[in-house]
């Protein structure tokens, strides 16, 4: 049974590499969770008999992480090591020719292009630019590289941005001045600067923003890389995804892909002009006849399903090859003879890996089980990378056709072999309006079966995001599992995986749906697993998460033991004021608080402060500008005010996110104490 599959794939991994299990055992927790090495970013040499991949190590002292370049067989023999400098050195591409690699280091002081020859030796720097260097590929006939510099659009020269950024460091005021949003995004404040393409030839050592005068981000901010640009196969040009929205930015999501020559000897030409909605991943097929990429439908929604598209290069016709398959791909990977696309998506609980055949559309999918990330052609087979809830990322090989699946790297088997951990099984329910919902339980650690144990009742975030089969770094339920709880996660409405009607039911509906979900779902797991003590629940999230704390203090008051609120919106009002993309609460809740206000109070937290009474721990970022760090002290000022036992922890050096090794201690530690005094 497929709830079985994460013990299974840990107990024969380990075995086939001949790890013997340590005699000395204990419960899983943060400082296993932090002690696991991080596969990250893996690709395949050209003939496909290699992967390098990065390899991230947690420095607890330095309370930072360190990462590494690594290379293996793509049979799984021959791992080694290919840098060691205490600096950081990712984003590894291959040379056209795959006698090298090309990789990005902070070792000289700044992020610059680096390359060491497969067969050992010093590495060796390739670029010595005034500014840090970012997201690397190779063009195919390895004569040039291109990646990303933060420059002043207005800027024709390296040197401007330079002194600009000098002049700007000697300014004795401190003011600054905006005329458009955004004026801050994520974490980060904008001081005018762009992310460009720059394309290098590696000869002559000739360096040219082919993105010039252009006011948008290449790659996007700020989770973009470099999968939104690639050279045409001729490498004589780039393709690229940007934003090039004016002083719309801030509330729209019309991403575009644009073509530019890789001399910079004209302007970037507009290739998807015809949708307003998100294009991005541009991907060309072997014979270079072919441009695909993803796109989105509905101008203005971030969560719409994206679909794949292919266009005959360059100027012929453009098909949707996916519309009728109800999953949102995230990669695009052609085989060899380019009558295949390999794809990934969420799916049921899991990222499962698809096969699409280019002239039919017919998909099937090929890997069901756990969290897996982008195949990759490696000869006859796939490489790609599997987390799922019993183990870290590790990398995988597979026929084409989904069999013969084999573990490739197992990094982290002596670790995970010192760490017990809970089972978990997924099962379903029947949620609002009768439809089916899926979700999961996981026991704790040290399970005995007859006994009774707390509940964890973990809510995700997003609102369009999962919890499923998948091994998190910031919230795990093996954490929980380890400190002796059990622990419940629901997709509920809104997730992600289970067709593009269900994601979308969320709109307009953040406390409805949603709620009932949860209501139904956590009842469900309480009748079907007599291991749960219904006497002993706490609820946790963040995010949307965080919002649904709220939502349920004031509107399902009476079930919950405590709650823990991680970055949660108090104010769904003020929130739209306050937060950077604006495109996301106008999609949400169907327009602005003055153009529709009801779609702000609908459901609206603060609105049922006045119900409160669950002790609750609030934790929030000072550099979260998604949700502002002021939602955070507002509902610890209510829940203070109205004499409800509760907890601030703030961290004034954190954003959405808890990233930092210390930081993450100090999180769990603090929850799991909160858990400990009410459950």
């Avoid at 010192?418 to 609002?432: C, L, N, Y």
Wanted: glycine share 10%.
């Amino acid at each position: 049974m497929r709830s079985l599959f994460a013990l299974v794939v840990l107990v024969v991994s380990l075995v086939s590499c001949g790890v013997a299990f340590a005699a000395e055992t204990h419960p899983f927790s943060v400082h296993d969770m932090l002690a696991m090495q991080r596969v990250s970013d893996p690709v395949v040499s050209p003939d496909g008999g290699l992967v390098a991949f990065g390899l991230r190590t947690t420095d607890l002292e330095e309370n930072r992480g360190r990462s590494d370049i690594y290379l293996v067989g793509a049979d799984g023999t021959g791992l080694r090591r290919m840098t060691s400098h205490p600096a950081a050195d990712w984003n590894a591409r291959f040379s056209a020719d795959g006698s090298q690699l090309y990789f990005l280091s902070t070792r000289s002081g700044s992020a610059q292009v680096w390359r060491i020859a497969l067969g050992g030796g010093e590495a060796e720097q390739v670029t010595e630019l005034p500014l840090d260097v970012g997201s690397l590929r190779v063009s195919p006939d390895g004569k040039m590289l291109a990646f990303s510099m933060a420059v002043f659009p207005e800027c024709h020269s390296l040197a401007c941005t330079t002194a600009k950024l000098k002049a700007e460091d000697e300014r004795v005021a401190t003011g600054r001045l905006f005329t458009k949003l955004f004026i801050r995004h994520w974490d980060t404040w904008k001081d005018g600067r762009r992310s460009h393409l720059f394309v290098l030839d590696l000869a002559s050592g000739r360096t040219v923003d082919v993105t010039q005068g252009l006011d948008a981000d290449v790659p996007t901010k700020p989770w973009g890389g470099p999968e939104e640009f690639t050279f045409t196969p001729d490498s004589k040009g780039l393709v690229f995804t940007a934003r090039d929205a004016g002083p719309e930015e801030a509330w729209s999501t019309n991403f575009d892909l644009f073509l530019v020559p890789a001399d910079g000897s004209a302007k970037p030409a507009l290739l998807t002009g015809d949708n307003k909605a998100w294009d991005t991943t541009p991907v060309f097929s072997p014979d270079g006849k072919t441009l695909a990429w993803l796109a989105m439908a509905k101008p203005g929604y971030e969560a719409d399903r994206f679909r794949i598209m292919l266009r005959r290069w360059p100027e012929g016709e453009t098909r949707v090859l996916t519309e009728s398959w109800d999953r949102s791909p995230s990669s695009i990977v052609f085989s060899s003879d380019g009558r295949t696309i390999f794809t990934h998506a969420s799916n049921l609980g899991h990222r499962s890996i698809f096969r699409i055949d280019v002239g039919s559309s017919r998909v099937r999918e090929i890997h069901h089980d756990g969290n897996a990330g982008t195949p990759q052609v490696a000869g006859e087979r796939l490489v790609f990378g599997l987390d799922h809830l019993n183990s870290p990322v590790e990398l995988y090989s597979m026929a084409q056709d989904g069999s013969d699946r084999k573990a490739i790297t197992s990094i982290n088997a002596e670790r995970l072999a010192a760490a017990r951990m809970g089972e978990a099984e997924q099962f379903t329910f029947k949620g609002w309006n009768g439809e089916t919902v899926y979700a999961w339980v996981l026991k704790p650690a040290d399970y005995v079966a007859g006994k009774k144990y707390p509940v964890a009742f973990l809510i995700h975030g997003g609102p369009q995001g999962s919890f499923g089969n998948h091994f998190h770094y910031r919230w795990n339920p093996q954490a929980y599992a380890g400190a002796g709880y059990a622990s419940v996660f629901i997709d509920f409405h809104g997730s992600t995986g289970y067709g593009q009607e269900f994601t979308d039911s969320i709109g307009n509906d953040w406390g409805g749906k949603p709620l009932v979900d949860l209501q139904k779902g956590l009842a469900a797991a309480l009748e079907k697993y007599p291991f749960l003590d219904g006497k002993r629940v706490g609820a946790l999230g963040a995010s949307y998460g965080g919002y649904m704390i709220n939502w349920i203090a004031g509107n399902w008051p009476d079930r919950f033991r405590c709650l823990v609120n991680h970055d949660g919106n108090l104010d769904e009002r003020l929130a739209y004021f306050d937060t950077e993309e604006l495109w996301f609460p106008e999609w949400e809740h169907r327009g602005t608080p003055w153009d529709n206000p009801e779609g702000y109070e609908k459901h609206n937290p603060i609105n049922f402060v006045s119900k409160w009474k669950t002790p609750m721990l609030v934790i929030h970022g000072a550099k979260d500008y998604r949700v502002v760090e002021t939602q955070g002290m507002s509902t610890f000022t209510a829940l203070q005010r109205r004499g409800i036992p509760s907890k601030f922890l703030y961290f004034p050096d954190e954003n959405h996110w808890v990233l930092q090794p210390a930081n993450s201690i100090l999180w769990h530690d603090t929850v799991m104490a909160w858990l400990g005094e009410w459950l």
